[in-house]
């Protein structure tokens, strides 16, 4: 059984920086290319970040780019996100997800589609005080 379990999640004041964790269990997690997606109130889920499992590269969405990270750690079966320079609108549930790493992940239209993904956690709560 596969689970993922995101922590990390809590209130913070606009400029400030949170880390997401995001532990993986049930597949092999050196496989699969991680991703975090968000979605806000009565809004759709969108992507926020990536990286893969073959060579580790990343991709950011252009709303976070320069302020978030996404690193992993396959010793540990765990994904991060670091967000710095927090905004309100970065305000939402942070959810992450597996893929398994096909040919297509390289293509933006593949790795930005939450429907292409095989695993998803149950969400973090980030609050962004303005």
């Known amino acids: 059984q596969v689970q993922l379990v995101e922590s990390g999640g809590g209130l913070v004041q606009a400029g400030g920086s949170l880390t997401l964790s995001c532990a993986a269990s049930?597949?092999?997690?050196?496989?699969?290319?991680m991703a975090w997606f968000r979605q806000a109130p009565e809004k759709e889920r969108d992507f926020v970040a990536a990286?893969?499992?073959?060579?580790?590269?990343?991709y950011y969405a252009a709303s976070v780019k320069g302020r978030f990270t996404i690193s992993r750690d396959n010793a540990k079966n765990t994904v991060y996100l670091q967000m710095n320079r927090l905004k309100a609108e970065d305000t939402a549930v942070y959810y992450c997800?597996?893929?398994?790493?096909?040919?297509?992940?390289?293509?933006?239209?593949?790795?930005?589609?939450?429907?292409?993904?095989?695993?998803w956690g149950q969400g973090t709560q980030v609050t962004v005080s303005s």
């Open positions: 997800a597996a893929d398994n790493d096909g040919p297509g992940y390289g293509e933006s239209s593949y790795r930005t589609n939450s429907r292409r993904y095989d695993y």
């Open positions: 049930g597949l092999t997690f050196s496989r699969y290319a």
């Open positions: 990286i893969r499992s073959s060579d580790g590269s990343t």
